[in-house]
């Protein structure tokens, strides 16, 4: 049974740091791929953040602030999160699926259950 736990999540001030945790169960982070999205107060449709297999892929509007990485030794992904915004607000929902790194969130099969980040001005 596949189980993705994320964590670190809170709330922070504009221009600080903060680090995202998703500890995998059930699969291989890295030969399985891992992605991190986000859905704004707004229920809008999740957004693609940032993704990781063989390479990293990030969304346009957190390339250059966000660092996705595995530990594999720990089996969890990780989000570092620098310059952070007001519009980085969000839940942040850590998912897995066999091989697809793109920013399309149906093609993931597995998905934790969301960490809040909360970024004021």
């Known amino acids: 049974q596949v189980q993705l736990v994320e964590s670190g999540g809170g709330a922070v001030q504009a221009g600080d740091s903060l680090r995202l945790s998703c500890a995998a169960s059930g699969l291989t982070a890295g030969s399985d791929a891992m992605a991190w999205f986000r859905q704004g107060l707004s229920g809008s449709d999740r957004e693609f953040v940032a993704s990781i297999r063989w390479s990293a892929h990030y969304g346009d509007s957190v390339k250059d602030r966000f660092t996705i990485s595995i530990d594999k030794a720990k089996n969890t992904v990780f989000l570092q999160m620098s310059s952070l915004k007001p519009e980085d607000t969000a839940v942040y929902y850590c998912?897995?699926?066999?091989?697809?790194?793109?920013?399309?969130?149906?093609?993931?099969?597995?998905w934790g259950q969301g960490t809040q980040v909360t970024v004021s001005s």
């Open positions: 998912a897995a699926s066999s091989y697809y790194t793109g920013y399309m969130q149906e093609k993931y099969t597995y």
